[in-house]
């Protein structure tokens, strides 16, 4: 029901700064919210950020002043801004839809890497 496509992933140096989008397509007035995830290596996938509908936000505290999530609806996207970035931010990161009535983040993006490194 809802494509997500990811972009924006790269190679930074550590203390470099990073922009993430993600552009949703189909139904995409059944999403409840938005969120960045992110896996690195020899780690589960964690919950970076997340946006509702409505425009409330939450942080993994490893992230939290540092990176940033926000949507335009107009443009039915969804941007995750990492500042400050440290070599433990590598990982991939995905893009992920919530249903409206689910429970999970049932759509997912193809993933896009992140490497931070001197």
């Known amino acids: 029901q809802v494509q997500l496509v990811e972009s924006g992933g790269g190679l930074v140096q550590p203390g470099g700064s990073l922009r993430l989008s993600c552009a949703a397509s189909g139904r995409i007035n059944r999403i409840a919210a938005m969120g960045w995830f992110r896996q690195a290596p020899g780690k589960q996938r964690e919950l970076v950020a997340g946006?509702?509908?409505?425009?409330?936000?939450n942080y993994a505290g490893s992230v939290k002043g540092r990176f940033s999530i926000s949507r335009d609806n107009a443009k039915n996207a969804v941007y995750l801004q990492m500042n400050s970035l440290k070599p433990e931010d590598t990982a991939v990161y995905y893009c992920?839809?919530?249903?409206?009535?689910?429970?999970?983040?049932?759509?997912w993006g193809q993933g896009t890497q992140v490497t931070v490194s001197s």
């Open positions: 992920a839809a919530m249903p409206i009535g689910g429970y999970l983040y049932d759509y």
């Open positions: 946006i509702t509908s409505g425009g409330s936000t």
